[in-house]
């Protein structure tokens, strides 16, 4: 069984700064990717950022230059680190992972975490 558990959520005024973790835990083989999707109220769930398994980031052009993704492989986690924070950017955000079990070896699934909201408001 593989769990992924994020943290770091919360209120915070436009162009303050959050960061946001998410651990995977359980029968891990290996982790490809890691990445943070978003959902905002009435919206579907957007990609916001991706990492690989080597470290090399990608993101979405609303964050480019606001947001960093990270990882560390040691701790099987991902990070977020949202500044300059806009009221658009409130949303449920959600960590993804690619991961091979120790059950199956060779099959790459897919595993969420839970949510974490983050509400930008003055």
Do not use: H
Not at 63 to 69: D, L, N, P
């Amino acid at each position: 069984q593989v769990q992924l558990v994020e943290s770091g959520g919360g209120l915070v005024q436009p162009g303050g700064s959050l960061r946001l973790s998410c651990a995977a835990s359980g029968s891990i083989f290996s982790i490809n990717a890691m990445n943070w999707y978003r959902q905002a109220p009435g919206k579907q769930r957007e990609l916001v950022a991706t990492i690989t398994s080597g470290g090399s980031p990608n993101y979405v052009e609303p964050v480019k230059g606001r947001f960093t993704i990270s990882r560390d492989n040691a701790r099987n986690t991902v990070y977020l680190q949202m500044n300059s924070l806009k009221p658009e950017d409130t949303a449920v955000y959600y960590c993804n992972a690619k991961i091979i079990t120790m059950k199956s070896m060779i099959r790459v699934e897919d595993y969420w975490g839970q949510g974490t909201q983050v509400t930008v408001s003055s």
